[in-house]
């Protein structure tokens, strides 16, 4: 018994340590100033630390077709009588396949760590100009994006937030999907209105459904930053996408 005990506690310190400690270009992506298109690529929890280097690397070439070139489609409907919910939302994702097979072929590994059974892996499509001075950091305190935007000149932003997730990289994966949707919404969005009525007993229910979608081509969307609040467990990632005229 004292034995089981001790391994669950060794096992809980081994997560609470792993939850803090991540390379530094996992939490902000280096800026590079040629063309070169950086992504990384998270996996873990694989006997085989190969394996973890395998998939992590194979998550970071989807990561960065995602960031060339996407489609987005995205329905949500609101119903508001009373009081707020949201219902029948649908998320969608289209990859190109040319470019997710140039991905394949032509990206190439420039840094990775593996970290408390976590591997960690940052791709380059192109050869970068400026070196990468990679450290392991921890996360420091909360970043001033989650409460307001950024406001750039020529981008749009956008935040996914998840929380409670047993395992990292399902909910980082969500976390930067619903940002780059989110990012979607600030750029371009169709709304409608719908107002219906129920008549019962002499008294009338009035119901206001908003529908918001979205179906777009996004180009350069990236994952510029990720944080996680490691006392309430929430991942939060905040995405780009470069933007001229009018919204």
């Known amino acids: 018994m004292k034995k089981t005990i001790f391994v669950v506690l060794i096992t809980l310190l081994e997560f609470v340590i792993g939850q ?6 996992f939490k902000s992506l280096p800026q590079q100033e040629n063309s070169a298109i950086i992504s ?3 996996t873990g929890n694989y006997s085989d630390r190969q394996l973890d280097r395998k998939v992590a690397i194979h998550k970071a070439r ?11 489609i995205f329905e ?5 009588d009373g009081f707020y919910r949201l219902f029948q939302p649908t998320f969608e994702q289209i990859y190109y ?18 970290i408390d059974n976590r591997y960690y892996v940052l791709l380059s499509l192109f050869p970068l100009r400026e070196n990468i001075n990679s450290s392991i950091i921890g996360w420091g305190a909360r970043p001033d994006w989650i409460e307001k935007l950024p406001d750039k000149t020529g981008y749009v932003y956008g935040i996914g937030m998840v929380a409670n997730y047993s395992l990292w ?3 980082w994966n969500d976390a930067d999907e619903l ?3 989110d990012a979607c919404k600030n750029l371009k969005i169709n709304t409608a209105a719908i107002r219906t009525k129920k008549h019962t007993d002499g008294y009338t229910d009035e119901r206001k459904i908003m529908r918001q979608s979205v179906d ?9 930053e990720r944080w996680y609040d490691q006392k309430q467990d929430i991942f939060y990632s905040l995405c780009r996408i470069p933007y001229r005229g009018k919204k």
Do not use: C
């Not at 949500?76 to 508001?80: D, G, K």
């Not at 396949?97 to 593996?114: G, P, Q």
């Not at 777009?216 to 510029?224: G, Q």
């Open 20 to 25: 803090g400690q991540i390379p530094s270009w």
């Open 40 to 42: 990384v690529g998270m």
């Open 62 to 72: 989807k990561t960065m077709a995602k960031q060339i070139r996407i489609r987005l």
């Open 76 to 80: 949500v409907q609101e119903m508001s």
């Open 97 to 114: 396949e040319n470019v997710l097979a140039y991905v394949d072929t032509t990206s190439s590994v420039v840094d990775s760590a593996f």
């Open 169 to 171: 990289k399902n909910g």
């Open 179 to 181: 940002a780059r949707f």
């Open 216 to 224: 777009i081509a996004v180009a350069n969307s990236v994952i510029i």
